[in-house]
């Protein structure tokens, strides 16, 4: 049974390039959730989807960055023209249900923008 | 606002030297208390799920328990495999939110042989 997948796991971007990061959940899990790690940070909650819908991004900066889900396909957290500040490990999580449900973690993607 | 706590922030234990975690959370309705552990370069994985003051669970030299404030991961006899970096997250029932994570810093944990 595969976990949450992610890819790249490691990405170098240079300012002002696009960042497109992906994520595959467990399989049965319908619920997405993307947060950010910085450095001496703890994680942070970004956006959450399901299949089609964003359905609370209000973690996300209100410029430059965007999540989908689509119908088919992994879930992609994309970052338009990327600043030093992005550099940081994002992460996918995924569940089966919402409230009280545990989420499992993919690996990671570690930004770098150079 | 949701605040977790977590302390201390990172612990040197020796091999069988067992020691608690602490994690101190404010929130205004508590719906679950998660444990994670990370390992350097990888992802967040789940350990426990405690969702009211007085809850328990084990998972080998690991126990999680709640009260209304704080939550304490105690480690047993540890070993050196057990190093890596804990992490606490709460979920509460606060503003129809309630499937956000709210983490802690972590603490680091180090077990020499």
């Known amino acids: 049974n595969a976990g949450v997948m992610q890819n790249p796991r490691h990405l170098v971007r240079r300012r002002g390039q696009e960042a497109r990061l992906r994520c595959s959940p467990m399989k049965g899990h319908s619920h997405v959730y993307w947060y950010r790690q910085l450095p001496e940070e703890g994680l942070k909650f970004m956006v959450y989807l399901q299949k089609e819908n964003i359905i609370d991004e209000s973690g996300m900066p209100k410029e430059r960055f965007s999540a989908e889900f689509p119908k088919e396909g992994p879930s992609i957290l994309r970052i338009q023209q990327v600043v030093r500040g992005d550099s940081a490990a994002y992460f996918c999580?995924?569940?089966?249900?919402?409230?009280?449900?545990?989420?499992?973690f993919g690996p990671g993607t570690r930004l770098t923008v150079t | 606002e949701d605040q977790v706590t977590q302390s201390p922030e990172a612990l040197r234990l020796q091999e069988g030297e067992s020691s608690s975690l602490n994690c101190s959370y404010t929130?205004?309705?508590?719906?679950?208390l998660f444990w994670y552990r990370q390992d350097p370069g990888k992802g967040p994985e789940f350990l426990f799920t405690?969702?009211?003051a007085g809850e328990e669970k084990e998972k080998e030299r690991l126990k999680a328990t709640l009260t209304k404030k704080e939550s304490f991961l105690h480690i047993t006899a540890p070993k050196p495999e057990d190093s890596a970096t804990y992490l606490c997250a709460v979920q509460t029932n606060s503003g129809g939110s309630n499937y956000k994570l709210t983490f802690g810093k972590g603490t680091l944990l180090t077990v020499n042989p």
């Open positions: 999580a995924s569940s089966q249900g919402l409230a009280g449900v545990e989420q499992y």
């Open positions: 929130v205004s309705g508590l719906r679950g």
């Open positions: 405690l969702y009211s």
